[in-house]
Nanobody, 127 residues
Framework: QVQLVESGGGLVQAGGSLRLSCVAS????????MGWFRQAPGKERQFVAA????????YYADSVKGRFTISRDNAKNTVYLQMNSLKPEDTAVYYC????????????????????WGQGTQVTVSS
């Protein structure tokens, strides 16, 4: 079992930045691939970014490519999402997700790939 706790959300003006953090506990963090997803009101959960368990590989949704950066610190059991140049359409609840990964370099990009989820953190971008 993995427990995930997100933090770092808030209200920011368009063009601003936020850094989300997700701390994992309960299992060996370095054995888990990680992902960030988001869900806006009335919309389905959407993939944002993913990182392999080793941190070697990352993958981004086209809508955030070049603006968001996913990273991880296995010593701190933490994955981060640095969000720059935020837009009002980035407004959503952001969720951290984890799954055991047998290969060091594999990334996972669909919600069904992940077994563990955090409670989410709200990000609101005002225009």
């Amino acid at each position: 079992q993995v427990q995930l706790v997100e933090s770092g959300g808030g209200l920011v003006q368009a063009g601003g930045s936020l850094r989300l953090s997700c701390v994992a506990s309960g299992s060996t963090f370095s054995m888990h691939a990680m992902g960030w997803f988001r869900q806006a009101p009335g919309k389905e959960r959407q993939f944002v970014a993913a990182i392999s368990r080793s941190g070697i590989n990352t993958y981004y949704a086209d809508s955030v490519k070049g603006r968001f950066t996913i990273s991880r610190d296995n010593a701190k059991n933490t994955v981060y999402l640095q969000m720059n140049s935020l837009k009002p359409e980035d407004t959503a609840v952001y969720y951290c997700a984890a799954r055991v990964a047998s290969l060091r370099g594999t990334v996972y990009t669909t919600a069904n790939d992940y077994a563990y989820w955090g409670q989410g953190t709200q990000v609101t971008v005002s225009s």
